[in-house]
């Protein structure tokens, strides 16, 4: 991957003027939709691993990949590492798997949280690194805490991670945990070894990379950094 990436172009500059209605909304509501064959065939692979082999669970959401995956099993060997994309494309791109902690399904997100709320399955950890920003205003409810899944993303619990190259996403994010009752903390992410290839490519193409860590309840164990 090589580092020639743009700084992420937006027609919003700053947090979207309705991010407080649309949140607050969704978090006084409850979503529940129609999950697809395939992400139900993904979920039976993650309760199988577990029921053979029990353990915490750490979810790599939107893991591309799978590079940042391995990285996490790495930094958390008691756990069971679950990466999810929905791109069967950028999975086939992971090199063979060299560890037995960790799991790469090929699923929609948003419906694993849904099943995994749905068995009342609790996280440890939760990553969401470099997830799509959807930088045009009027794809507000596209983004992780626009849609209509965010709460679910609150009921799995656990230290919860996002990583952006856009300031303003992850100030956003910031706002809706803030509103969902679970404040947390922005940085700027430090020099260090890239979790993922994005991570890397954006950090070698000079962006400024920026990070939201916050505790939901159910979470263990400090934060893994």
Excluded at 25 to 54: G, M, Q
Excluded at 166 to 181: K, R, T
């Amino acid at each position: 991957m090589q580092a020639n990436s743009r700084q992420v172009s937006s027609n919003q500059d700053f947090l979207h003027p309705g991010l407080a209605v649309l949140v607050s909304k969704h978090l006084a509501s409850s979503s529940r939709k129609p999950v697809a064959d395939h992400n139900l065939a993904a979920f039976r692979l993650l309760t199988d691993e577990l029921a053979a082999r029990p353990r915490p669970l750490v979810l790599d959401s939107f893991c591309g990949t799978g590079h940042s995956t391995a990285t996490l099993a790495s930094r958390h060997p008691d756990h069971l590492v679950v990466g999810i994309d929905k791109s069967s494309q950028r999975l086939g791109k992971h090199p063979a798997q060299v560890s037995g902690n960790y799991l790469l399904i090929h699923a929609q997100c948003e419906d694993v949280w849904q099943l995994l709320v749905e068995v009342d399955a609790q996280i440890d950890y939760h990553y969401l690194l470099y997830p799509n920003p959807w930088p045009k205003a009027k794809h507000l409810q596209r983004r992780v805490h626009g849609s209509a899944s965010f709460p679910m993303l609150l009921q799995l619990g656990g230290m919860i991670e996002l990583r952006s190259n856009w300031q303003v996403y992850v100030e956003e994010f910031g706002v809706a945990m803030h509103l969902a009752g679970y404040p947390g903390h922005i940085s700027r992410v430090p020099p260090q070894p890239a979790i993922s290839l994005f991570e890397r490519k954006y950090a070698d193409s000079g962006h400024d990379l920026w990070a939201f860590r916050g505790r939901v309840r159910g979470a263990t164990g400090p934060s893994g950094r």
